[in-house]
């Protein structure tokens, strides 16, 4: 697996819809990078977020 993931590589990690994704980039709760008109997230940068943030909801 490449070091960075599309949307919807990003969404199957997560478990949630690309949809949801689209929504939370919007809403810049998601860490991502903007190349030219594609978004990317960084593996590392992803599962450090994922983890925070389950940690936040227990």
Same mark, same amino acid.
């Given at each position: 697996?490449?070091?960075? /993931?599309? $949307?919807? @590589?990003?969404?199957?990690?997560?478990?949630?819809?690309? =949809?949801?994704?689209? @929504?939370?980039? %919007?809403? $810049?709760?998601?860490?991502? /990078? !903007?190349?030219? %008109?594609?978004?990317?997230? !960084? /593996?590392? =940068?992803?599962? $450090?977020?994922?983890? @925070?943030?389950? $940690?936040? /909801?227990?």
């Amino acid at each position: 697996m490449s070091s960075f /993931l599309d $949307k919807s @590589e990003a969404a199957n990690l997560l478990g949630v819809k690309v =949809t949801e994704i689209d @929504e939370m980039i %919007r809403n $810049k709760e998601i860490p991502h /990078l !903007r190349i030219g %008109r594609n978004i990317r997230f !960084r /593996l590392s =940068t992803i599962q $450090k977020w994922a983890e @925070e943030s389950r $940690k936040n /909801l227990a």
